[in-house]
């Protein structure tokens, strides 16, 4: 099986910086795609970023210029630099990545626990 976790999360104050990181764990052949959603409670879960293993990337619109995400393929690890951060990025990150475990076998879509993030203004 296949294991996302997460760490780096916690509060801070309007205009400072987290780093989020991830790290896949379990039988993993590749991993296509690894990224961060965020979600509050009674919402539905959106997307913050996403890479690649070819190194393409995605940012909403909310994050761009402030966010950067990074990934390791070889140690299937991606981190989520967060920078110039505002209230309105308070909530429970997750970790997503779409991984193949064996040849033969479809990308699979895997989860983290989540992370909160609180930002206080």
């Known amino acids: 099986q296949v294991q996302l976790v997460e760490s780096g999360g916690g509060s801070v104050q309007a205009g400072g910086s987290l780093r989020l990181s991830c790290a896949a764990s379990?039988?993993?052949?590749?991993?296509?795609?690894m990224g961060w959603y965020r979600q509050v409670p009674g919402k539905q879960r959106e997307l913050v970023a996403t890479?690649?293993?070819?190194?393409?990337?995605i940012y909403a619109d909310a994050v761009k210029g402030r966010f950067t995400i990074s990934r390791d393929n070889a140690r299937n690890t991606v981190d989520l630099q967060m920078n110039s951060l505002r209230p309105e990025d308070t909530d429970v990150y997750y970790c997503?990545?779409?991984?193949?475990?064996?040849w033969g076998m479809g990308y699979g879509d895997y989860w983290g626990q989540g992370t909160q993030v609180t930002v206080s203004s």
């Open positions: 997503n990545a779409l991984i193949q475990q064996s």
């Open positions: 379990g039988r993993i052949m590749s991993s296509y795609r």
């Open positions: 890479a690649t293993s070819g190194g393409t990337t």
